[in-house]
């Protein structure tokens, strides 16, 4: 294929912690996908590696490329890394309200049992709360309160914030994070804060940054306020050398186009955004995105995203065509205010190591992973802990010269001996039984977090499709859904890159929230009071979003403007994210206007809690306003290609075959390179699809026909 069939127009990646995964369109929308091994020291030479390997495909290369691009979406884990195993080095100071200096460090009873399976959440000895990371010495109180309706109730006492502050500088500080009570509804005292430690610094000669809460997220919840404020000195804001050093590698290979980050709400923002805290998480949240767009073109109403990585196993629903937005997330432990797409996480991946616990003598699998190193099999990563893709190279699944097309050969006589004198012999066990148990383990836990997230919200398996992507989705689809029964199991071809793929679907979108708490009385007796406040907040929202893009270099007229709020039935716990209808919003809300609002949260409500009771009766809050600016970004189209006759993949698509393991016994396997099997072809099991960036497993008793849109679909005959 010459490299003028094909014009890159726009890259999406995803940096996990073991692979760097890329997404290339072209003009036409056009799809073709690379990957390479994640360079945690310096990502951009990972990045490089990765769209290199994709434009590769078309004969083309980021240089060659670079003038029909029109942008790049970065999503990734770094951050998120950087909290899990504390390598942030910023030293933050913190100024609250005097008696609440130990907010930080107490936290909440649920940190302790946050992001555990549901084993660790059952059993109070796995309990812990996160090591916290602003020191104590390093938090200081200040007098002054505000009320929850905004008035106040102490003045800021000046004298106690003048020695705070001083005494922050003098303890050398990298960043000064200010979070008071109820500042969302009032941020006074916050500004107040500001303008007398710009004065220190002026008459001391420091620039030390002072962030404040009310600047960064103004809304309710003053832990997680607090807490996403700290992280984004911690874990965030030493990422922006990460993500400029991108910027700059692509910029040295000609390109010019902008350079974007993908939020966990699901629009993308410059590297330069004032906050990036919102982007932590944006690795596995893309996968969501990517299953609402194939979703939605494939007109299913209700799919399971579902990402096997080298770390970790992530779940997401869509229902009805919509996946939540949830306000309620963790990131290691710490309960933050960030809007997410709804997601569990469980750290169950392909690198995940696998020990004997001593105290109970069974195997345990994660949650720590080996990452980027693969494993033991993996001679160059100098590991002696076996990873789950250690067992799965022994049971013949992977092909140990193929794994990332060769670049990485995989040694399985090593493996075997390092499962067999760490795990098997302990066990008193066979080696391969171990190994394959070592499987049955993840895909059980894998299984019992789908199950979990889907009966939770009152809804069955049989009401929902699955997909399965990530490097080892494929790989674990079988056993991870066998004992459920879903409509149907979607692999994309794609897998491998399909978060890279859910970027690609993203909009340039700024997002920004305010904290309403604003009361609908059931007769609507003040409707239009409340219109009135929805309308002036929206436009402040508004006006924010334009000077982001205009910051950015682009054109107000050719964005639009979406508001949304979050609400709940009065007394609820649970708000719900509800979009203003486009017929609703022409600038301004009225009166009216209302009744058909409350339509649209009560048809959400009923698909989100199936089956809980509703009370009109009481009325409803608006507990947050929300307002993003979107500018339309090129888009892939799902493949449609004509199906072939032939139900047997070509003798082409037919590599040497091997033996696989699978339900205690050994079977030859017939093997298959993927690019060469057409749609309309169906693999019967057991069979092994081979593609460089993934592996497909289809055990004895399993068929996977290919259809049109270049999607396999995994069925149990």
């Given amino acids: 294929m010459s490299s003028s069939e094909h014009n890159p127009e726009l890259l999406a990646l995803d940096t996990g912690g073991t692979m760097t995964d890329a997404f290339a369109v072209d003009q036409q929308g056009r799809y073709t996908v690379g990957k390479a091994q994640t360079t945690p020291d310096d990502e951009s030479s990972g990045v490089v590696d990765s769209f290199n390997d994709a434009l590769g495909k078309w004969g083309t ?69 996160p090591e916290p990371i602003v020191a104590r010495e390093n938090i200081r109180g ?15 006492n000046e004298r106690e ?79 922006r050398e990460q993500l400029h050093n991108i910027e700059n590698a692509l910029e040295e290979r000609g390109y010019e186009a902008p350079f974007r980050v993908l939020t966990s709400s699901g629009g993308t923002v410059a590297p330069d955004h004032d906050w990036l805290v919102e982007t932590m998480i944006s690795g596995p949240i893309g996968g969501i995105f990517g299953g609402e767009y194939l979703a ?42 960030i809007p997410m797409a709804a997601m569990d996480t469980i750290g169950s991946g392909t690198g995940s190591y696998v020990r004997v616990d001593r105290a109970s003598n069974r195997l345990e699998v994660g949650p720590d992973s080996a990452g980027y190193l693969v494993g033991v099999s993996n001679e160059h990563a100098d590991l002696e802990t076996p990873t789950v893709t250690d067992c799965t190279a022994m049971l013949g ?11 990485i050969p995989l040694d399985v006589d090593r493996a075997a001996e390092f499962v067999e004198d760490h795990i098997a012999d302990p066990l008193g066990q066979d080696p391969i039984e171990t190994a394959r148990g070592v499987l049955d383990i993840v895909e059980r836990n894998m299984t019992n977090e789908l199950r979990g997230m889907i009966l939770g919200l009152g809804y069955s398996p049989e009401n929902y499709t699955l ?5 080892g989705g494929p790989l674990h689809a079988a056993g991870y859904t066998r004992a459920v029964n879903f409509q149907d199991v979607l692999i994309p071809e794609w897998a491998a890159a399909f978060s890279a793929f859910g970027c690609a679907t993203a909009d340039y979108a700024y997002r920004y929230d305010q904290s309403l708490d604003l009361v609908i009385a059931p007769d609507m007796s003040n409707a239009e009071q409340a219109a009135e406040i929805l309308t002036e907040t ?21 964005t ?39 339509e649209t949260y009560e048809e959400e409500f009923a698909k989100v809690f199936k089956r809980a009771a509703r009370s009109p009766e009481l009325g409803y809050m608006v507990t947050v306003a929300v307002g993003t600016g979107i500018a339309p970004s090129p888009k892939p189209s799902i493949p449609d290609d004509d199906l072939v006759d032939d139900d047997d993949p070509p003798e082409e698509a037919h590599k040497a075959g091997r033996e696989i393991y699978w339900d205690g016994e050994w079977y030859d396997a017939t093997i298959l390179e993927m690019d060469h099997v057409q749609p309309g072809n169906t693999v019967t099991g057991p069979a092994v699809v081979e593609a460089p960036a993934t592996t497909i497993l289809v055990p004895p008793g399993f068929d996977a026909p290919l259809d049109n849109n270049r999607i396999y679909h995994l069925e149990e005959r």
Avoid at 187 to 193: D, G, K, L, S, T
Avoid at 320 to 336: C, I, N
């Fill in 61 to 129: 290369s980021i240089e060659a490329g670079s003038g029909t691009l029109r942008g790049t979406v970065y999503s990734g884990t770094a951050m998120l890394n950087r909290l899990l195993e504390r390598e942030g080095d910023a030293e933050i100071g913190l100024i609250t309200n005097r008696g609440f200096e130990d907010t930080h460090r107490f936290g909440r009873g649920i940190q302790s049992w946050a992001d555990l399976s549901y084993a660790g959440r059952l059993h109070a000895r796995e309990h812990e709360h």
């Fill in 142 to 156: 200040v007098r002054g309160r505000i009320r929850l309706d905004g008035t106040e109730m102490v003045p800021l």
């Fill in 161 to 239: 914030t003048y020695r705070a502050i001083e005494e922050l500088i003098d303890r050398d500080v990298d960043i000064i994070c200010v979070t008071l009570l109820y500042s969302y509804q009032n941020p006074e005292h916050e500004q107040r804060i500001k303008e007398i430690a710009e004065e220190i610094k002026a008459e001391r000669g420091r620039d030390t940054p002072i962030w404040l809460s009310s600047d960064q997220n103004p809304v309710r919840g003053e832990l997680p306020r607090l807490n996403s404020l700290v992280l984004e000195g911690y874990a965030v804001e030493p990422s």
């Fill in 296 to 337: 939605d073109h494939l007109e299913i109403d209700n799919l399971v995203c579902s990402d096997v990585g080298g770390t970790s196993f992530d779940v997401g629903l869509i229902t009805e065509g919509h996946y939540p937005t949830r306000w309620d997330q963790s990131l290691a432990k710490f309960m933050v205010n």
């Fill in 397 to 407: 699944y992977i092909n140990p010269e193929y794994f990332l097309g060769g670049d």
């Fill in 467 to 471: 997909a399965s992507y990530g490097g």
């Fill in 538 to 558: 929206f436009h402040g929202l508004r006006e924010q979003a334009i000077e982001a893009f205009e910051r950015d270099n682009i054109d107000v007229e050719e």
């Fill in 560 to 598: 639009a403007f979406e508001p949304a709020v979050r609400m709940q039935y009065a007394g609820m716990l649970d708000d719900l994210e509800i979009v203003i209808p486009d017929d609703m919003w022409d600038g301004e809300i009225d009166a009216g206007d209302l009744d058909q609002l409350v």
